[in-house]
T-cell receptor, first 114, second 114 residues
Framework: DQQVKQNSPSLSVQEGRISILNCDYT??????FLWYKKYPAEGPTFLIS?????DKNEDGRFTVFLNKSAKHLSLHIVPSQPGDSAVYFC?????????????FGQGTTLQVKP | NAGVTQTPKFQVLKTGQSMTLQCAQD?????MSWYRQDPGMGLRLIHY???????DQGEVPNGYNVSRSTTEDFPLRLLSAAPSQTSVYFC?????????????FGPGTRLTVL
């Protein structure tokens, strides 16, 4: 049973436009959510996170929105740049468990065209 | 400061062979973990450790052993390799197990089991 789902395997956007990546989760016990970015032949790198007590977190061009009632989060990248082309994973955890266990989605491959 | 290092980068095994995937970090992190990444599945947690001498199972621990005799090293042992263990393996570490946004991932080991 996939507790964290990214239903779009790929997304293609034009440089300068907005990229919106979506993620859904089923476990209401998750209280902390993260986005990771991964380039080929490299490990994932942390991008941005959000606690369940917030509904929005912003860091430069990246904003994560959390809708707890819908169990849905999204990552907005504005404006998109060719260097943003990568695989994006959303991940969730129960921060209160103090185990650091992350549950990842399947990933969405973003292509930003010049 | 090398961060998280993994060896080897690539490995081909025959069914039934055993091997150890090495992971080391030089950041004095308490928390270390192993993930596998399969197409369409995202990253799944195999085992994790919250400190030297302490390990626990993740989502998919069967067929793998770990130990943590030092803070720096967290090897992953495949006892009897099976084709289902063909995957890309990532090691990660962080200062604290409570928050995952401090997790640093290694570059990965691509394992093929024939």
């Amino acid at each position: 049973d996939q507790q964290v789902k990214q239903n779009s395997p790929s997304l293609s956007v034009q440089e300068g436009r907005i990229s919106i990546l979506n993620c859904d989760y089923t476990n209401s016990m998750f209280d902390y959510f993260l986005w990771y970015k991964k380039y080929p032949a490299e490990g994932p790198t942390f991008l941005i996170s959000i606690s369940s007590i917030k509904d929005k977190n912003e860091d430069g061009r990246f904003t994560v929105f959390l809708n707890k009632s819908a169990k849905h989060l999204s990552l907005h990248i504005v404006p998109s740049q060719p260097g943003d082309s990568a695989v994006y994973f959303c991940a969730a955890m129960r921060e209160s468990s103090n185990t650091g266990k992350l549950i990842f989605g399947q990933g969405t491959t973003l292509q930003v065209k010049p | 400061n090398a961060g998280v290092t993994q060896t080897p980068k690539f490995q081909v095994l025959k069914t039934g062979q055993s091997m150890t995937l090495q992971c080391a970090q030089d950041m004095n992190h308490e928390y270390m973990s192993w993930y596998r990444q399969d197409p369409g599945m995202g990253l799944r947690l195999i085992h994790y450790s919250v400190g030297a001498g302490i390990t626990d199972q993740g989502e998919v621990p069967n067929g793998y052993n770990v130990s943590r005799s030092t803070t720096e090293d967290f090897p992953l042992r495949l006892l009897s390799a099976a084709p289902s263990q063909t995957s890309v393996y990532f090691c990660a570490s962080s200062y604290s197990w409570g928050r995952a946004d401090t997790q640093y991932f290694g570059p990965g080991t691509r394992l093929t089991v024939l």
